[in-house]
T-cell receptor
């Protein structure tokens, strides 16, 4: 079993829809949770960072961490074509060593 | 956050040759990281480059295959040695942002194809 599982997609939704991206993990020691966005032919870009449990909101993006279920989510409201990218979750028990999910390809249809 | 310049952005190489990838950061950073991203797969950490000491390699990666230099706090190189088609991948350098608690910044990557 992988330490971090992420549905690879692809996920295609119409513009304006709410998008839900998810990851599950197996290591209960994980405390640092991140979401990265990666456009084609670019490096990953940090979107959201959460320490321990709870929700964090930044504009149209909301990150949720449920440590009891070992489940994290990223919600995108009012999705735009510019949100089309691959989204990677990342997490770790140490801030200096994180493990990435395999990424979910998201496409927003105009 | 730090700005990373990575080059080359892409290359096509013959098997058996070596390629050196450069990573330049616009600020001094303690740790630099080298990742590999194979198609449809997650980023895999190759090694952590520390200034003034040997790089720390992850399981499955060895110095003879992926020698790393870190001559100062703003620069690092990764060499992919004696390449085979299995080395075709995207290679990314990364630095931790402000004490690592704020995530990581990545370069734009080097897309390597070995023929």
């Amino acid at each position: 079993q992988k330490e971090v599982e992420q549905d690879p997609g692809p996920l295609s939704v119409p513009e304006g829809a709410i998008v839900s991206l998810n990851c599950t993990y197996s290591n209960s020691a994980f405390q640092y949770f991140m979401w990265y966005r990666q456009y084609s032919r670019k490096g990953p870009e940090l979107l959201m960072y959460t320490y321990s449990s709870g929700n964090k909101e930044d504009g149209r993006f909301t990150a949720q961490v449920d440590k009891s279920s070992k489940y994290i989510s990223l919600f995108i409201r009012d999705s735009q074509p510019s949100d089309s990218a691959t989204y990677l979750c990342a997490m770790g028990s140490s801030a200096s060593k994180i493990i990435f999910g395999s990424g979910t390809r998201l496409s927003i249809r105009p | 956050s730090a700005v990373i310049s990575q080059k080359p952005s892409r290359d096509i190489c013959q098997r058996g040759t070596s390629l050196t990838i450069q990573c330049q950061v616009d600020s001094q950073v303690t740790m630099m990281f080298w990742y590999r991203q194979q198609p449809g797969q997650s980023l895999t950490l190759i090694a952590t480059a520390n200034q003034g000491s040997e790089a720390t390699y992850e399981s499955g990666f060895v110095i003879d295959k992926f020698p790393i230099s870190r001559p100062n706090l703003t620069f690092s190189t990764l060499t992919v040695s004696n390449m085979s088609p299995e080395d075709s991948s995207i290679y990314l350098c990364s630095v931790a942002s402000s004490g690592t608690l704020q995530g990581y910044t990545f370069g734009s990557g080097t897309r390597l194809t070995v023929v």
